[in-house]
């Protein structure tokens, strides 16, 4: 801030508390003219017969006024308010969030210290360490995941055993610590409206289900070994190390459970899928968390589904 802004910053704030101070000053001291029947202060409008009259306001609003204005001139001086002058005190918002911080860091750094050196299936198995998992959960995952990790569009599920990445012990902490950046890429103009359609089919029957148009199974079985089978494998069954989801069960990511209950909202959504694409991000948690934090974390992440 330049000094400039600093010094008219405070004339403002000081400067309105003057001009308060002495309008209330004047209004007090202003002639006082009072009507003899009724000996109150009036104005000068009138209507007729009709005359407005002011009664003067009441003795202890103007002592609370008095005392704002005086506490305000005192943490004025204490507290950083006017531009760059720091106060008396010097505090800041900074420093006091260090404090806090050094505070909480005495306190429960050890306490989360003890859980490194226990294995993420035991921290699973113990309900203090789950409690304390659930609710870091509920700070940093549940935007996201709900409450629970329950089924939500867009968001993987995480009360089941269908991994984008891998549900091994190591692989849920990886993915918390890391984060995760997952891509399908749009393939609408490669394959084209009819193109989409075949592939949709195909990729209906590995699940399982019957597709609406079932002649054009083989023309999108081509499709899917020239444009998915890389990251998705031959048969669909999706690849961890890239986080490609597995397409011979009925766990759908990116459609609505009221669209999958019927054949054809499942298959229009697997049309959109395909043509569209998605860009998904699990963000990193190493900049927020510590490690033993993350550590708990994935232990009841694991616990969810386990």
Known sequence: ????????????????????????????????????????????????????????????????????????????????ALGTFPGVLRWT???????????????????????LARSITEIASDPVARTTGQHLFMSYCSNCHQGAGEDRTHYPKLTDRDWLWGGHPEQIEAT??????????????????????????????????????????????EHFAAYCAFCHSAGGRG?????????????????????????AGLEAGVRAAIADGFVNLMPPHWNTLDRAQIHVLAGYVYSLSN
């Open 1 to 80: 801030m330049s000094d400039f802004l600093s010094l008219w910053i405070g004339v403002c704030v000081l400067g309105s508390l003057f001009v308060c101070h002495v309008l209330i000053e004047w209004v007090l001291h202003r002639p006082d003219e009072r009507h003899e029947a009724h000996k109150v202060q009036y104005s000068h409008q009138s209507w007729g017969d009709v005359r407005s009259y002011d009664h003067p306001v009441p003795r202890s609003w103007l002592y609370l006024l008095y005392a704002c204005t005086l506490f305000a001139l005192i943490y004025f001086s204490l507290y950083p």
């Open 93 to 115: 918002s900074q420093q006091q969030y260090k404090d806090e911080v050094g505070e909480y860091n005495l306190v429960y750094t050890e306490r989360f210290n003890r859980y």
């Open 176 to 221: 918390i610590l890391h984060g995760r950046t997952g891509i399908m890429p749009a393939w609408g103009s490669v394959l084209g409206e009819k193109g989409v359609e075949e592939t949709a089919s195909y990729v209906m029957t590995l699940a399982g289900y019957k597709p609406a148009n079932p002649e054009e199974v083989a023309a999108g079985k």
């Open 239 to 263: 690849d961890p190390r890239q986080g490609a989801p597995r397409l011979t069960d009925k766990t759908w990511m990116h459609i609505s459970s009221k669209d999958a209950l019927s054949e």
